[in-house]
C-alpha cells in the first residue's frame, strides 16, 4: 500500500502523520487489497472560515476509486470522521465483491 500524506498551510508533525497511519490500518484491516491512499490535510484560511480544518483522502482500491472528505474545528476529529466515511464506504465494497456468487446452470440441473 502506497501512503501519501500532505498538508496545505500545514506542516505535517510526525504525531499525526502516525495518527493518520494508525487510523488508517482500520481499513486496510477491512479490506487487504488497498493499493494507493492519499491524504489531503488542509487549514483554511479565509476570514469566514476561521479555524476551518479538513482532511480529503482518495483510496484506489482492486476495482474502485473512492473519495471522501471532512471539516471539523479540530483536525483530529477531522480525521476520526473521513476514516470512519471511508471505513462505510470499503466495507460496502467488500461486501458487493462478494455478493455477486450466481449458481451455475450444472448445478441448477444436477438438483
Known amino acids: 500500500m502506497n501512503l501519501t500524506i500532505s498538508g496545505h498551510h500545514l ?14 490500518d482500520r481499513i486496510t484491516r477491512h ?3 488497498v493499493v494507493d491512499v492519499k491524504v489531503l ?3 483554511e484560511k ?18 474502485n476509486d473512492m473519495f ?8 483530529y476529529a477531522a480525521v476520526d470522521d473521513l476514516v470512519d466515511k471511508l471505513d462505510r464506504q470499503v466495507v460496502r465494497h467488500k ?17
Open 95 to 111: 461486501d458487493k465483491l462478494q455478493d455477486h456468487q450466481h449458481t451455475t446452470a450444472k448445478r441448477v440441473l444436477a438438483a
Open 31 to 33: 479490506f487487504d487489497q
Open 68 to 75: 471522501a472528505e471532512s471539516a471539523h474545528a479540530d483536525l
Open 41 to 43: 490535510l488542509t487549514v
Open 46 to 63: 479565509q476570514k469566514e472560515k476561521q479555524g476551518r480544518q479538513r482532511a480529503e483522502c482518495n483510496i484506489h482500491v482492486k476495482g
Open 11 to 24: 506542516e505535517v508533525t510526525p504525531a499525526l502523520r502516525s495518527y493518520v497511519t494508525h487510523k488508517l
